[in-house]
């Protein structure tokens, strides 16, 4: 196994080998979570709503609107 110095790190592979402060990073790890949470859960909540929507039509309908039952997942996740 191999040592690196802490420049070697930087110039070799880009790591800081600085230690972060980590009480700073955590809490903004964690901050990012909560901010991004609700979106998620909205995106989410519409991805169910749509993929229950197409669900319910029958085979003729889906034809209708140029989709076939093995699209309606992955047009839902997608789009078009």
């Known amino acids: 196994m191999e040592m690196h110095t802490a420049q070697s790190l ?6 800081d080998a600085e ?3 980590s009480k700073q990073s955590v809490a903004r790890q964690v901050w990012e979570v909560v901010r ?3 979106g998620r859960l909205v995106a989410w909540q519409r991805y169910r709503a749509e993929l229950e929507e197409l669900s319910r039509l029958d085979d003729r309908m889906l034809a ?4 076939r039952r093995s699209d309606v997942e992955r047009i839902v996740r997608n789009g078009r």
């Open 64 to 67: 209708d609107i140029g989709l």
């Open 36 to 38: 991004a949470t609700p």
């Open 19 to 21: 230690p972060a402060d």
């Open 10 to 15: 930087m110039d070799v592979h880009g790591i």
